[in-house]
């Protein structure tokens, strides 16, 4: 679990680059700020910030050192060098962005033992050797914790459908993507999120969770493709949109051609309400995703100010 954000560049009263690191510690009230002495007797993993600032940045090289150093401890911290002031503080919000699902930050509703035990049987149905398994485990988490970041009391049912919103691909997409393959992609993630919403709702029986509860999540999840007036369904669809684009979207692009890619980033960008696209400000992209993602948010601008 990532505890810490350990800085060089601190001051005898706190963070040398002044007001800005009050937005990084309301962003992410559970990970301490500290000065890198603070990390003794915690796996520390020191970062570049200069590396994630260059030209040719590619998160998917700092996933491995990251995601690798939280699974080998449980007592993270991550110590950022090469950087001072508001330098500092954008690759602060930016890197702490792309590995929020390792926070575990939880609210009242998430904190009782049913939660761990949701946590749990969670984690137990991803087998994380399995690449598109493990980066469906990290979408999850993710999700969650933004869900959380975007309202913070936000109650168990909205949490619960976060992280089980995509648990139908572990029977039908586990080792190859489909639904770029189907003839009828509408009909496709009907069904996907109807399977999901079953199955979300049997696991989260089987660990105690209210009968009231289980059949919110079924229906959250189930109409998680297509969000209406239901204000815990935006809030899914949020969370799912700023997720791809704060740590999937260049998997993705990897994974699929251009234009797929292009496809993806503006439909994504399109479920994404337009209160919330000033996060994407608060996240470092590969110049592939930031490419794509300018053009449509260019286009979206163009258009919300009626000139096309």
């Known amino acids: ?47 570049d910030v200069s590396e994630w600032g260059s030209l ?54 998430s904190a009782a033992p049913l939660f761990d035990r949701v946590l749990a049987r969670h984690r137990a149905l991803h087998d994380l050797s399995r690449p598109l398994v493990r980066a469906d485990y990290q979408h999850a988490l993710d999700a969650w914790q933004w869900v959380l970041r975007l309202r913070p009391d936000a109650d168990l049912a909205v949490q619960a459908a976060a992280l089980f919103h995509e648990v139908e691909k572990l029977v039908s997409e586990a080792d190859r993507r489909l639904e770029h393959r ?17 199955l979300a709702r049997k696991v989260l029986k089987e660990v105690g969770t209210d009968v009231a509860i289980c059949q919110r999540v079924k229906e959250l999840v189930t109409q998680h493709e297509c969000p209406g007036e239901d204000p815990d369904l935006a809030l899914l669809n949020d969370a799912d949109a700023l997720s791809f684009f704060s740590l999937n979207a260049s998997g993705f692009i990897r994974y699929f051609d251009a234009e797929l890619s292009r496809r993806k980033v503006a439909n994504t960008l399109a479920r994404l309400r337009p209160e919330q696209r000033r996060r994407l400000g608060q996240m470092r992209f590969a110049p592939t995703v930031k490419n794509l993602l300018d053009v449509q948010l260019a286009s979206a601008s163009l258009y919300d100010e009626g000139t096309v």
């Open 56 to 109: 040719d940045f590619d998160p998917i090289t700092w996933d491995a050192r990251v995601f690798g150093a939280d699974e080998a401890s449980e007592q993270l911290a991550l110590h950022l060098e090469g950087a001072r002031g508001e330098a500092l503080v954008l690759a602060a919000l930016e890197v702490l962005t792309r590995y929020q699902g390792l926070v575990g930050r939880r609210n009242e509703a």
């Open 1 to 47: 679990m990532l505890r810490q954000l350990l800085l060089s560049d601190y001051g005898t009263e706190g963070p040398c680059a002044g007001n800005g690191w009050a937005l990084v510690q309301a962003e992410f009230p559970t990970v301490v700020v500290a000065p890198l002495s603070a990390g003794r007797g915690m796996r520390v993993l020191s970062l």
């Open 182 to 198: 189907a003839r009828d992609t509408l009909a496709f993630m009907d069904a996907h999120a109807g399977r999901g919403a079953e």
